[in-house]
């Protein structure tokens, strides 16, 4: 266990909604990323939050958003849903604000049909 | 330039042998280079990384060679156990942290 808490672990919704995915940083961890993995694009770094901030940006649609709340929870807002934004979404956390230390989540499995 | 090549996509391997999966990139300014296992349902999780300052970095069954004229480096697994069965991911950052990719992965197996 990594201690980075995702919720939920599944996910069923249909196209054009909107969904939050969750995740509990381990504790003492100040910085969280968050990634996307699919079949087709393998995993792919979405953003990067530190301290509530935005650090860093990947490769995230603008139909996705994201924040970290002051007790430094994260949610990643996902809107427009299309059948191609069906993947795992993984939540990593850190103390530092650097990746190469992060601890995954066991992901939220998200279908859209 | 910012893409992390892997091969093979596809690994099998005998209980006790060796499993080697290489990677190459392109980017020469990437100054991190992790490899991450991941096993079905879980998170990914960091192996063992190396820097370009080395040439080999090992831990137990586990090394990293690195070629920084090749720009190329590879994971080996000795002694591969039935245990060793995931999915292994290399990784390449700069600025240790910023700015990072990572290859499409190798689904290993090793038969008992």
């Known amino acids: 266990d990594s201690g980075v808490t995702q919720t939920p672990k599944h996910l069923i919704t249909a196209t054009g909604q909107r969904v939050t995915l969750r995740c509990s940083p381990r504790s003492g961890d100040l910085s969280v990323y968050w990634y996307q993995q699919s079949l087709d694009q393998g995993l792919q770094f979405l953003i990067q939050?530190?301290?509530?901030?935005?650090?860093a940006k990947g490769n995230i649609l603008e139909r996705f958003s994201a924040q970290q709340f002051p007790d430094l929870h994260s949610e990643l807002n996902l809107s427009s849903l299309e059948l191609g934004d069906s993947a795992l979404y993984f939540c990593a956390s850190s103390v530092e604000p650097s990746w190469a230390e992060a601890f995954f989540g066991q992901g939220t499995r998200l279908t859209v049909v | 330039q910012q893409q992390v090549k892997q091969s093979p996509q596809s690994l099998i391997v005998q209980k006790g042998g060796i499993s080697i999966i290489n990677c190459a990139y392109e980017?020469?300014?990437?100054?991190?280079f992790p490899w991450y296992q991941q096993f079905p349902g879980k998170g990914p999780a960091l192996l063992i990384a190396i820097r370009p300052d080395v040439s080999e970095k090992k831990e137990g069954r586990f090394t990293i060679s690195f070629n920084k004229s090749a720009k190329q480096f590879s994971l080996h697994i000795m002694d591969s156990q039935p245990g060793d069965s995931a999915t292994y991911f290399c990784a390449a950052s700069k600025d240790y942290g910023q700015n990072f990719v990572f290859g499409p992965g190798t689904r290993l197996s090793v038969l008992p």
């Open positions: 939050y530190y301290n509530g901030e935005e650090r």
């Open positions: 980017n020469t300014a990437f100054d991190y």
